[in-house]
């Protein structure tokens, strides 16, 4: 018995072109689900708590990707459970030192903690953390408002700067009434942090608008000051920037003198100190300054400012300094530590007075030392930073969280009733999350399962402290829709032309039928070939019914041999009760009348003739 089977490299050819159907299908189920192949704009995926991700670990302050080492910096774990409770939490680095635990005497359904990193060398750090409910634990995971995911440490981390000055305005800082003032100011930061800043006018002045242009959120900050008056003064402006860090606060003051026609606003110029400053508590602190004025100037008054806002709130140092003295020092012995500007003021002889203003740079007055993190900025103004999305964010997820960092002025605390976030005029505090850090620090965060349109949105975020500080803070983000070429296909983000796409793929469907169909015939055949089992050492006779063929066929046999053979096939018995198979004829007779003309016929073939004596051939 021989058995064909269809060969082995025609099964191999066969599971790789399956195995080559198989890895195609995810990028036909990704063609599917998201209409195109175009994988870019899964940017600003920021991860938030959820039942996905029940623990996460952020930095409210800083960016993760460029902590200076060193330094202590201040993280945030938030959690919450999703069994029966959360009964502690655990933060350690890849090698195992733990950087933050704490045990839960009752079980907690949602937890927001607080802790420090200081990182001592530089190096890109692991964060592993595990969130527990009895025998079920969570891992967590880190997000921030950068585009970073993960903590790297770095050797130094330069503070922002400020790329331009005051005396670029438009058309100077000197200006008569209702003529229009402009200021274009710039800041970089060499790491690419985020500059956050807080800007500040003369008290209840507002004629003084700003564009922002360049949000900061790349390292790059750019803010337009334009506006224009008819009341004559001297106005004070003043810009803080910081990246997050303490030490690298720096800012911007600056005078914009507005004369009327008939008069001029004196002008005040501090000479020192000329840049930032710090000094001990108890020691003297000395202003210098010049002055200028159309007319006389009749006296000078001094004056140590936390904040601008609140005039009333300026420490009085001097308030009738000869006009002829531009030089004063100041004991600092009684002055509480803080940051401050120096303020001076000076009035004219004319009748209605004017009073021109002079501005210094920072003057830190340290006090006692107090421990406290460096990414701790107190300013003092309340502020509202590190704000998420911002206006640089490539946005395609239309579930959009929002969050931001509120900080009270130094020595206050934030009024948590005055709280206002409006999302596209949209009043949504009752929906606002808030992280407290301490009375003076808060992040806030705002999610909702209701999908964003796709186009332009505006937040607007306000918040007043203890000494009725207000801070305000608007911005605004763009969710991106999907802008196609009806005549092309998208591949991982780029266009092709349909009809490029069209010739490509019929010639590999091309292809694909002349490399498939070979195949699928010979396995085909194969498989035919190998369910055939052929038999050749017994062939079984084939069962011939002589009568059948004779009478059918109306042929003669003529030779003895066959005649004896068809007496041996057919049974004496046949010649009475013969076993017909064959088929109905149109006339039916005497099947012994029929047998007897039958053999007559033979007869009378083998009966030779007379005149012939060569026997007939045979009938084939």
Request: one cysteine or more; aromatic letters at 8%.
């Amino acid at each position: 018995m021989n058995k064909n089977y269809a060969p082995q490299p025609a099964k191999k050819n066969f599971l790789i072109l399956s195995l080559f159907l198989v890895l195609c299908l995810p990028m036909i189920v990704w063609q599917i689900v998201n209409e195109n192949f175009d994988i870019r704009n899964l940017a600003f995926e920021q991860i938030e708590v959820s039942e996905e991700n029940p623990c996460v670990i952020s930095f409210p302050n800083v960016n993760p990707y460029t902590i200076e080492v060193d330094t202590t910096v201040r993280m945030q774990v938030e959690g919450i459970a999703q069994g029966n409770g959360i009964t502690s939490i655990l933060i350690t680095d890849s090698t195992g030192e733990e950087i933050f635990s704490k045990t839960y005497d009752e079980e907690e359904n949602e937890i927001a903690e607080t802790f420090e990193f200081t990182p001592t060398t530089s190096r890109a750090y692991e964060m592993i953390g595990t969130l527990s409910e009895g025998d079920y634990s969570s891992a967590c995971v880190i997000s921030s408002p950068y585009d970073v995911k993960g903590i790297r440490v770095v050797a130094n981390n330069s503070a922002p700067e400020f790329t331009s000055s005051p005396i670029d305005s438009i058309p100077s800082q000197d200006i008569n009434t209702d003529t229009t003032y402009e200021y274009t100011m710039t800041a970089t930061d060499p790491e690419g942090d985020m500059i956050n800043y807080v800007f500040s006018f003369t008290p209840n002045e507002d004629w003084m608008k700003y564009t922002v242009i360049n949000d900061g959120s790349n390292g790059n900050l750019k803010i337009q000051f334009k506006g224009s008056t008819s009341e004559p003064a001297s106005y004070l402006a003043n810009v803080f920037i910081h990246d997050g860090y303490s030490k690298h606060l720096r800012s911007q003051s600056w005078i914009v003198s507005v004369n009327p026609a008939e008069n001029d606003v004196p002008q005040v110029t501090i000479l020192s100190p000329w840049e930032a400053l710090t000094i001990a508590q108890g020691k003297t602190l000395t202003i210098k300054w010049a002055a200028s004025d159309q007319n006389a100037i009749t006296h000078y008054e001094l004056y140590l400012a936390k904040s601008l806002q609140d005039e009333s709130k300026w420490q009085s140092i001097d308030k009738n300094i000869a006009y002829n003295i531009e030089e004063y020092s100041i004991d600092t012995k009684n002055i509480s530590g803080g940051i401050y500007k120096a303020i001076i003021k000076a009035t004219d002889n004319q009748d209605p007075v004017l009073t021109g203003q002079g501005i210094s740079q920072t003057i830190n007055i340290v006090g006692e030392e107090f421990d406290i993190p460096d990414d701790s900025v107190t300013l003092p103004e309340p502020q509202i930073i590190n704000v998420s999305p911002t206006s640089e964010d490539n946005i395609t997820n239309t579930l959009v969280t929002i969050r931001a960092s509120l900080l009270s002025s130094q020595d206050t605390t934030i009024n948590e009733d005055s709280i206002l976030i409006k999302v596209d005029n949209k009043d949504v505090t009752s929906q606002i999350k808030f992280n407290k850090i301490s009375d003076s620090e808060y992040t806030l965060i705002f999610q909702t399962e209701n999908e964003f349109s796709t186009g332009l949105h505006k937040v607007e975020i306000s918040f007043t402290d203890s000494e009725n500080l207000e801070a305000n803070k608007n911005w605004t983000f763009t969710i991106e829709g999907e802008e196609t070429d009806p005549d092309k296909f998208y591949f991982f983000g780029y266009g092709i032309t349909k009809s490029i796409v069209y010739v490509v793929g019929g010639g590999l469907l091309l292809l694909f039928l002349a490399l498939a169909i070979p195949l699928i015939l010979v396995r085909v055949w194969k498989d035919d070939e190998s369910t055939s089992e052929i038999d050749d050492t017994l062939t079984p006779p084939t069962h011939t019914n002589t009568v059948e063929s004779i009478v059918n066929k109306n042929q003669i046999i003529d030779n003895e041999h066959t005649f004896s053979k068809l007496q041996t096939t057919i049974p004496p018995e046949a010649t009475t009760t013969p076993q017909r198979t064959l088929q109905p004829q149109p006339k039916t007779g005497n099947t012994e009348d029929d047998l007897k003309i039958l053999y007559e016929k033979i007869g009378e073939e083998k009966t030779p003739s007379p005149d012939n004596n060569t026997p007939p051939e045979p009938i084939l």
